[in-house]
């Protein structure tokens, strides 16, 4: 069950020998049979290496020694507590009680010889500390071992936190790329979509009338400084560390976003029904998002500059729609790029669904479900 290094195996060697000294000393000072408790203390070598093999050496010896002599070998036969210690402790976990059969054995052996000898009141007692000797040694045994599987248990707990907190942190660090990802895209991509826009037009009524193409380049700049400046307090945002509550934007600044697409060209239809409903700042975001990237598709590659905002509000749900005309009839779903698909990313992230398809008329519907914090306390 355990698995022990070098140093495990010098530290038990080194009581082996510290017992085998022992018996030594105590056979200088005339106790009989030493040798034999030297050689049970020998097997102390692999008291935790080899805990069932170190059982079953120490019961043969023993038993060797009782045929051999009719008699205990002290203090040799003390080491068999040890051993149903050691298989309760470190051996496997279907012979932990294997070492309680060792003190049954030798209790039997006393109580026989007793009834040999005719003398089993006498044999009791020993027969009985035997015996409890042996469950406390087993006992404890036990302990050590319900104790080393605790601290193996927290110990792999501890190992699976720090990995889950590190697949946290791993995963909170793509989600924060991704956001940053994709902000960037819509606002680089709507800035430029509006300032190409313009720019074409400025062109041509630069041809016609310098007074006309002047309010036109003015736009594309100031179009290009306000690209400059959300850009701006998007790296900030990062550097601080923040989600950037200054730079977070909504349906409050609508109307600056379809004057801005309006200036580029683009023939905005605006419609509104229901009440509108206060929601939490990220699908507040989410929400001005989509119907930025919406409109930003319709300027790029819309055939007619012409589109329908429609914003649907309930008190279960936020529904908005973005159409504009093809000059086919086509149909089916359109190739989605970086920006459809950022749209449904961001549907997710609140639970909502989109769907987009393209036939008469180019068509992203978004659906934002409304939780009770989105919705007014009463």
Request: glycine residues 8%.
């Amino acid at each position: 069950m355990w698995s022990w290094d070098r140093r495990t195996l010098t530290v038990d060697t080194a009581i082996a020998a510290a017992a085998v000294t022992a018996c030594l000393l105590l056979g200088l000072a005339g106790l009989a049979e030493w040798y034999w408790s030297a050689l049970v203390a020998v097997t102390l070598v692999i008291r935790r290496s080899a805990p069932v093999v170190f059982l079953g050496l120490v019961a043969a010896l023993s038993a060797i020694h009782m045929t051999l002599s009719g008699s205990f070998a002290f203090p040799g036969d003390l080491i068999d507590l040890v051993a149903g210690h050691a298989v309760a402790a470190y051996g496997p976990a279907r012979l932990r009680h294997a070492g309680l059969l060792l003190g049954v054995a030798g209790g039997l052996v006393v109580t026989a010889r007793a009834l040999n000898d005719r003398l089993l009141s006498a044999a009791m007692l020993p027969a009985a500390l035997i015996v409890a000797a042996t469950l406390a040694a087993w006992s404890m045994g036990l302990m050590q071992r319900q104790q080393r599987a605790a601290v193996l248990d927290a110990q792999h707990r501890r190992r699976l936190a720090e990995q889950d907190s590190a697949m946290r942190a791993r995963l909170a660090t793509i989600e924060e790329r991704t956001r940053i990802s994709q902000e960037m895209h819509d606002i680089i991509a709507h800035s430029l979509a509006s300032v190409i826009a313009q720019a074409e037009g400025g062109r041509v009524a630069a041809r016609a009338d310098a007074i006309v193409a002047g309010p036109l380049f003015d736009r594309i700049a100031h179009i290009g400084r306000e690209a400059l400046t959300d850009v701006k307090r998007l790296l900030n945002s990062i550097d601080c560390d923040m989600q950037g509550d200054d730079f977070a934007q909504g349906l409050r600044e609508l109307p600056d976003l379809l004057g801005g697409v309006s200036a580029a060209g683009l023939d905005v239809t605006l419609e509104v029904a229901g009440e509108e409903q206060p929601l939490a700042s990220g699908m507040d975001l989410a929400v001005y998002r989509v119907i930025q990237e919406s409109l930003t598709n319709v300027l790029k590659h819309a055939p007619q500059r012409r589109a329908l905002l429609r914003l649907v509000w309930t008190p279960a749900r936020l529904e908005v729609t973005v159409t504009s005309p093809l000059a086919g009839a086509g149909g089916g779903s359109p190739r989605e790029g970086r920006g459809l698909s950022g749209i449904r990313q961001r549907c997710s992230l609140f639970n909502g669904d989109c769907e987009i398809t393209a036939g008469q008329d180019f068509s992203v519907v978004t659906r934002w479900p409304l939780t009770r914090l989105d919705l007014p306390v009463s």
